[in-house]
T-cell receptor, first 115, second 114 residues
Framework: AQSVAQPEDQVNVAEGNPLTVKCTYS??????LFWYVQYPNRGLQFLLK??????LVKGSYGFEAEFNKSQTSFHLKKPSALVSDSALYFC?????????????FGQGTELSVKP | EPEVTQTPSHQVTQMGQEVILRCVPI?????FYWYRQILGQKVEFLVS????????KSEIFDDQFSVERPDGSNFTLKIRSTKLEDSAMYFC????????????FGAGTRLSVL
């Protein structure tokens, strides 16, 4: 069965420090991986995706994520956090053989960046 | 930037009543989805829709649920007889293509069943 885990409900970071939001996945075959962010009263906004190729993926707002096949992880990172990065972050996976486009989401991680 | 629009933002209904949640996908998109998020739980896939047909549905999407694209712009989710456990945030999404194409999400409709 396909699944995504975000082991931390909340991550607290000081502004200017690097941040990491963790995600691990379980899927048959090669995964397609996504990160979305949700601000209050807004829909999920796409940040970045990994399909194939370079394991380090760069996305919107200075975020990047590293695909690690051996550890089945796809952690979201940013070198220097901003207070405005505070939001709810979701990792999602789609299986290679899933034709309907279904995304399977993790439970979300609340990122809090303090000044 | 084009966006997915959902109405209403909050719907309150009595148990057993029918509700229709409305979505206007991005105009050139062809693939449409509904997800839901019960408070404090994961975002869960309900259904995907393409070419006027359901492509895939989850076990949550039982006979009480239906989807429709009644015209060229709207995409609706109908719940025939709401239950208390249907209370959730419902998200509509659309994408230009299948598979690895980015799904763009609306802000959601919060459904409260009393």
């Amino acid at each position: 069965a396909q699944s995504v885990a975000q082991p931390e409900d909340q991550v607290n970071v000081a502004e200017g420090n690097p941040l990491t939001v963790k995600c691990t996945y379980s899927v048959s075959g090669n995964p397609y991986l996504f990160w979305y962010v949700q601000y209050p009263n807004r829909g999920l906004q796409f940040l970045l995706k990994y399909i194939t190729g370079d394991n380090l993926v760069k996305g919107s707002y200075g975020f990047e994520a590293e695909f690690n096949k051996s550890q089945t992880s796809f952690h979201l990172k940013k070198p220097s956090a901003l207070v405005s990065d505070s939001a709810l972050y979701f990792c999602a996976v789609r299986g290679l053989y899933n034709q309907g486009g279904k995304l399977i989401f993790g439970q979300g991680t609340e990122l809090s960046v303090k000044p | 930037e084009p966006e997915v629009t959902q109405t209403p933002s909050h719907q309150v209904t009595q148990m057993g009543q029918e509700v229709i949640l409305r979505c206007v996908p991005i105009s050139n998109h062809l693939y449409f989805y509904w997800y839901r998020q019960i408070l404090g739980q994961k975002v869960e896939f309900l259904v995907s829709f393409y070419n006027n047909e359901i492509s895939e549905k989850s076990e949550i999407f039982d006979d009480q649920f239906s989807v429709e694209r009644p015209d060229g712009s709207n995409f609706t989710l109908k719940i025939r007889s709401t239950k208390l456990e249907d209370s959730a945030m419902y998200f509509c999404a659309s994408s230009a293509g299948p598979g690895v194409n980015i799904q763009y999400f609306g802000a959601g409709t919060r459904l409260s069943v009393l």
